[in-house]
């Protein structure tokens, strides 16, 4: 079993920066890719970005180019989501998610791909 707790969350003013961190309760966190997305009500799941499990290879959406950076650090287990320049249309509940893929230098978009899920950070843009 995953758990996955993600913390960082706020209120912040348009053009802000936030970075939400993802602690992972494993003994092992290099076999998983990792990924963010995030959920507001009344809409979709929505897919932030992903991760390998060696931290080379990453995707972001398209929604989030080069505002939002995502890192992790194996050693403490532990993801990060770097986000700058928010927008209030960046308000939303954001969960980190974790999938098994043994070293594999895959990445994942959809949700329905992940295994396992954190209880969500919320965080708020305000204009």
């Known amino acids: 079993q995953v758990q996955l707790v993600e913390s960082g969350g706020g209120l912040v003013r348009t053009g802000g920066s936030l970075r939400l961190s993802c602690v992972a309760s494993?003994?092992?966190?290099?076999?998983?890719?990792m990924g963010w997305f995030r959920h507001a009500p009344g809409k979709q799941r929505e897919f932030v970005d992903a991760i390998s499990w060696s931290g080379d290879t990453t995707y972001y959406a398209d929604s989030v180019p080069g505002r939002f950076t995502v890192a992790r650090d194996n050693a403490k287990n532990t993801l990060y989501l770097q986000m700058n320049e928010l927008k209030p249309e960046d308000t939303d509940v954001y969960y980190c998610?974790?999938?098994?893929?043994?070293?594999?230098?895959?990445?994942?978009?959809?949700?329905?791909?992940?295994?396992?899920w954190g209880r969500g950070t919320q965080v708020t843009v305000s204009s």
């Open positions: 998610a974790s999938r098994r893929t043994y070293y594999s230098e895959s990445y994942y978009t959809e949700d329905r791909e992940y295994d396992y």
């Open positions: 494993v003994r092992t966190f290099t076999v998983y890719t």
